[in-house]
């Protein structure tokens, strides 16, 4: 399975073609694949900037922590349009969101690495990945955590094609990687929240997690974070 970092920063609105230039550049000019990196996808979501970075294998494990060769050029550039998020920032790992949940198929392998995606964890042609954003409140995740495994252990992912789950937290931030089967994904975009036990999990959330922005959202629809740059290690 393809292990991901999420980071998590404030970003100036409309920046995105400035940002994905400056990272098209470098992952173009070096091979982040030497140092275990395979892919990133960077998204915006209002003024959230969320760097998804894929890896075959946990840095933990392989000890390849590093996944900008030019970070500090990187950093320079971006400088302008992406500045730190949390409150309690002091160095650049403080960005990475927190994961806390995962949920994966019974028979994924949570530790394998597969080049073609097909084991469960990394897209393929027929899965596709959504990133959702939400408003935190700090020291929920046990509570989220236990009410997506109670869902989880029922018949709703199956029902939406659900192929994996990551949850991660950052100061008051949530972010929710969902991975799909292609077939089901525009579907249940389309209905999902007509089913109860999607309005029932929903209901279970509100009282930890809501809308980044109150009052620009209208439905499910509006949590779902932009991509605008998407990189995949040629080799």
């Given at each position: ?10 970003m100036?609105?409309?920046?995105e073609?400035t940002?994905?230039?400056?990272f098209?550049?470098y992952?173009?000019?070096t091979?982040p ?5 395979i ?11 969320l ?5 075959r ?8 922590t590093?996944?900008l ?10 400088g ?12 650049p ?10 949920w994966?198929?019974e ?8 080049p073609?995606?097909?084991?469960g ?7 596709e990945l959504?990133v959702?954003v ?16 109670e869902?989880d252990?029922?018949a709703?992912p ?5 192929t994996?789950?990551?949850l ?16 089901a994904a ?5 209905s ?5 036990a999607?309005?029932?999990i929903?209901?279970d ?9 109150p009052?620009a ?19």
């Amino acid at each position: 399975m393809v292990f991901r970092n999420v980071i998590v920063c404030h970003m100036v609105p409309g920046s995105e073609e400035t940002v994905g230039k400056v990272f098209g550049h470098y992952d173009q000019a070096t091979r982040p694949q030497d140092l275990g990196v395979i892919g990133r996808i960077l998204l915006s979501h209002h003024d959230l900037y969320l760097h998804v970075i894929e890896r075959r294998q946990d840095p933990k494990i392989s000890g390849q922590t590093r996944g900008l060769p030019a970070f500090q050029k990187i950093a320079e550039e971006i400088g302008p349009y992406v500045t730190p998020y949390p409150r309690y920032w002091k160095n650049p790992s403080d960005s990475v969101a927190k994961e806390f949940y995962r949920w994966l198929p019974e028979g994924a392998e949570p530790d394998a690495a597969s080049p073609d995606g097909a084991d469960g964890g990394s897209p393929g042609a027929d899965r596709e990945l959504t990133v959702i954003v939400g408003r935190f409140k700090p020291g929920a995740e046990p509570d989220v955590a236990r009410i997506f495994a109670e869902s989880d252990a029922g018949a709703l992912p199956g029902t939406l094609g659900v192929t994996g789950r990551w949850l991660y937290s950052i100061d008051d931030v949530y972010v929710h990687l969902l991975e799909q089967e292609k077939a089901a994904a525009e579907a249940t975009r389309q209905s999902h929240n007509d089913k109860p036990a999607f309005t029932k999990i929903m209901q279970d959330l509100a009282p930890f997690v809501g809308p980044y922005r109150p009052d620009a959202w209208h439905g499910p629809a509006d949590s779902v974070a932009t991509p605008f740059y998407r990189w995949v290690a040629p080799d």
